[in-house]
C-alpha cells in the first residue's frame, strides 16, 4: 500500500522528496529500482541530480558556476556524478601506490605525479573540472582527523596537492600577466602567492575579494554617520564594481572628500579592526599571506599596503605602491592628472596606521637613512614587481625559519613559485639546482630550462651566461648517473628486535618521545658517525639492534635499543613525515 501511495504522488512531489539531504546517491538509486514507474521519474530527473551533485560536493558550485565552457552546456547532472566519481576512485588508486614507488625520497619531482595528469587535464581526456574534483576528494581527505585517517595516504595526499595546485597555479599567473596592466589588481596577485604557499588551504580568490568588500562596505557605513551628504552615496554599484576589478586613474572624488574617505578607512582599518605592522615578524611566513593579514590583522609593510590600496580602490580613491629599498609605502596624489608630476606626493605609511607622509616625516625601520630621501625620483611599482618582492620576502623567511618539519619544502616551494615569477633569473635556478641534487630529484626540467637559457645568453649577463654553462654540465652529468631505487621490501622482525614499527618510546637519557619508523639489526651507520655518537662506549656497542624514529620537534634520530623503552606516558608524535 505504500508503494501505490507514492507511485500515485505527481512526480514533482517525489522529486522534492528525494532532494532532502538526508537522502545520499545510494538512497535515491534504491529507491528507482522499487519499479519502473519510480526509476523513471529519477533517471529523468535532471534537477534531482544537479541537487545531490551539489549536496554531495558543495564546494565545487563555485567552480561550475565560473567556468565558461560548461556556461552555455546543458549538462546531464547524472553522467557528471558518474566522472566525479571516476575520477576519485582512480585518484585514490594512484594515491594507495605512491608509498612504495616512493617511500625513499623526502621530495618529489613533478615527474614522479604523471599518473595523475590524465585525471585533471583536459587536454589528456580528463572533464573540464578534473582538477577540482581531486582537489575536493584531497581537501577532504587531509580535513578528516588525523587519528582516524591513513597516515600514508595522508601524507602521500598533501604531496599531491601541492603538486595540482601549484600547476594549476602556474596557468593562473600566466593568465594574470597576460591581462591589461588596469586590470592586474594587487589583491589577484597576492592570492596567487597565498594559494601557491599554502596549497594544503581551501582559499579562492572570491573569499579574498569578500573579505576586503566587508572593509570597504565598513568604511560606507561609517563614512555614512559622519558626512552623509558625501558623493559616494549616490554612486552606482556598477561603478563600485568597475573600481573592483580595475586600477583607477585618478580620486573619483574632491579633495576635501578624497581626504574624508582616508580618514574614515584609517579609522575603520587600524582602529576598529586593528591591522598593525610588527617589525618583531617581520620575516613571519604568514605575514607575507594575504589571507592570514585579513584574518589576524597583522602583517608587513607590502601586505598591509595590498589590503589599504584594494580597500581605497573600491572607494574610488587612487593609491600607488612604491617599493623602496628599505620599506614599502603607498603614494597618493591629490590629483592624478596631465599636471601630476608636479603635484606633491604623500606617502602613507601602512606599517604605522595609515599616516600620510611628507619627507619632513620621514618613517625609519631599522635604518640610517630616510627611505623617501628622494621621494619624487621613484616610480609607482607594477603589480608584478609587488609580486616579485612578496616572493622574494617568502624566500627570506622560508630561509630562517626554525622548525625542522618541512623547511626543505618550505624553501623549495619559495624558490619555485620565484622562478614562476621571475623565469630569467639564473641564479633562482642554480638554487633550485642545489635542493633537487641533495633531495635525490628528477633534474630533466632543469636541464631544459638551462638548456633553452644557452641557446638565448643575450637576455642574461656574462657573468650568468658562465654560471648556466658551468651549472648545466653538473647537472647533466649527474642526471646521466642519477639511479633510480628500486621498491622498498619490508624487512622481518627478528627475536632480537624488541620493539616493532609504530610503537611510541622515551629516550632513557633525553626523554623525548618519538616513534619507531624502521630499524637495522646492528648499527648501519658511517664509522664517523659511530665515533662521534661514542657507540663503542654503549653497553652493547654497535652490535644490537639500532632504531629509526621520528620525534616531534621535527627530527630524525638513530637509537640504539639500550637506550630505549616503551612509553609510559604515550602521547600523538606529530611529525611531517609520520606517513611516509
Known amino acids: 500500500m505504500a508503494c501505490d501511495a507514492m507511485t500515485s504522488l505527481p512526480e514533482e512531489i517525489v522529486v522534492y522528496i528525494l532532494e532532502d539531504k538526508r537522502l545520499n546517491f545510494l538512497d535515491v538509486i534504491n529507491f528507482s529500482l522499487s519499479c519502473k514507474h519510480l526509476h523513471k521519474i529519477v533517471n529523468d530527473s535532471n534537477k534531482l541530480w544537479k541537487n545531490k551533485f551539489f549536496q554531495r560536493w558543495p564546494l565545487l558550485k563555485e567552480a561550475y558556476q565560473e567556468n565558461k565552457k560548461l556556461e552555455n552546456q546543458q549538462l546531464i547532472w547524472k553522467e557528471e556524478i558518474k566522472v566525479s566519481l571516476n575520477t576519485r576512485k582512480k585518484l585514490m588508486y594512484h594515491l594507495s601506490m605512491m608509498s612504495s614507488k616512493h617511500y625513499w625520497k623526502q621530495e618529489l619531482s613533478d615527474i614522479e605525479f604523471k599518473e595523475f595528469v590524465p585525471l585533471f587535464r583536459p587536454e589528456e581526456g580528463a572533464h573540464p573540472l578534473g582538477y577540482y574534483y581531486l582537489m575536493d576528494e584531497l581537501m577532504n581527505l587531509i580535513k578528516y582527523p588525523a587519528k582516524a585517517s591513513n597516515l600514508t595516504h595522508r601524507y602521500y595526499a598533501l604531496k599531491v596537492i601541492r603538486y595540482l595546485k601549484q600547476t594549476h597555479l602556474k596557468n593562473e599567473w600566466q593568465k594574470f600577466i597576460s591581462l591589461p596592466r588596469n586590470e592586474q589588481t594587487l589583491e589577484r596577485g597576492a592570492t596567487i602567492v597565498a594559494q601557491w604557499s599554502q596549497p594544503e588551504k581551501d582559499l579562492s580568490y572570491s573569499s579574498i575579494s569578500s573579505a576586503l568588500d566587508n572593509?570597504?562596505?565598513?568604511?560606507?557605513?561609517?563614512?555614512?554617520?559622519?558626512?552623509?551628504?558625501?558623493?559616494?552615496?549616490?554612486?552606482?554599484?556598477?561603478?563600485?564594481?568597475?573600481?573592483?576589478?580595475?586600477?583607477?586613474?585618478d580620486n573619483q572624488w574632491s579633495i576635501s572628500e578624497t581626504k574624508q574617505v582616508t580618514d574614515a578607512l584609517c579609522e575603520v582599518l587600524f582602529k576598529k579592526l586593528g591591522f598593525y605592522g610588527n617589525s618583531e615578524m617581520y620575516y613571519l611566513l604568514e605575514t607575507s599571506f594575504i589571507d592570514c593579514v585579513l584574518e589576524e590583522k597583522r602583517g608587513i609593510p607590502i601586505t598591509l599596503a595590498i589590503v589599504f590600496e584594494s580597500v581605497a580602490r573600491r572607494l574610488g580613491i587612487r593609491c600607488e605602491p612604491v617599493s623602496f629599498p628599505s620599506h614599502f609605502l603607498l603614494r597618493w596624489k591629490e590629483t592624478y592628472g596631465p599636471n601630476a608630476r608636479n603635484t606633491e606626493n604623500f606617502y602613507i605609511d601602512v606599517f604605522n596606521g595609515g599616516e600620510f607622509l611628507t619627507k619632513r616625516d620621514c618613517p625609519r625601520i631599522g635604518v640610517s637613512r630616510c627611505p623617501i630621501e628622494k621621494y619624487n625620483i621613484h616610480e609607482p611599482a607594477t603589480a608584478v614587481e609587488v609580486i616579485t618582492r612578496m616572493a622574494s620576502n617568502i624566500e627570506i623567511a622560508a630561509r630562517q625559519h626554525t622548525r625542522i618539519n618541512r623547511r626543505t619544502a618550505r624553501l623549495r616551494s619559495a624558490l619555485e613559485l620565484r622562478y614562476m615569477i621571475e623565469p630569467s633569473d639564473a641564479d633562482i635556478i642554480l638554487q633550485l639546482g642545489r635542493i633537487y641534487l641533495l633531495q635525490h630529484m628528477d633534474l630533466t626540467e632543469l636541464v631544459k630550462i638551462l638548456e633553452n637559457m644557452q641557446k638565448d645568453l643575450e637576455l642574461t649577463s656574462r657573468g650568468q651566461a658562465s654560471i648556466i654553462s658551468q651549472t648545466f654540465k653538473t647537472l647533466q652529468e649527474y642526471q646521466k648517473n642519477l639511479q633510480l631505487k628500486?621498491?622498498?621490501?619490508?624487512?622481518?622482525?627478528?627475536?632480537?628486535?624488541?620493539?616493532?614499527?609504530?610503537?611510541?618510546?622515551?629516550?632513557?637519557?633525553?626523554?623525548?618521545?618519538?616513534?619507531?619508523?624502521?630499524?637495522?639489526?646492528?648499527?648501519m651507520a658511517s664509522t664517523e658517525w659511530m665515533n662521534e655518537m661514542n657507540v663503542d662506549e654503549l653497553t652493547h656497542g654497535a652490535d644490537q639492534p639500532f632504531y629509526n624514529v621520528f620525534v616531534n620537534d621535527g627530527s630524525c634520530h638513530y637509537v640504539a635499543q639500550e637506550n630505549l623503552q616503551l612509553a609510559s606516558n604515550p602521547d600523538w608524535i606529530s611529525h611531517h613525515a609520520i606517513g611516509r
Open 215 to 249: 572593509i570597504a562596505e565598513q568604511t560606507k557605513e561609517l563614512l555614512k554617520e559622519q558626512y552623509p551628504s558625501h558623493t559616494i552615496f549616490s554612486t552606482p554599484a556598477e561603478q563600485f564594481n568597475y573600481w573592483k576589478n580595475h586600477i583607477i586613474d
Open 486 to 523: 628500486k621498491e622498498i621490501e619490508p624487512k622481518e622482525r627478528v627475536p632480537e628486535v624488541k620493539y616493532a614499527i609504530g610503537l611510541i618510546m622515551e629516550h632513557k637519557i633525553l626523554r623525548y618521545l618519538c616513534v619507531i619508523t624502521g630499524w637495522d639489526t646492528r648499527c
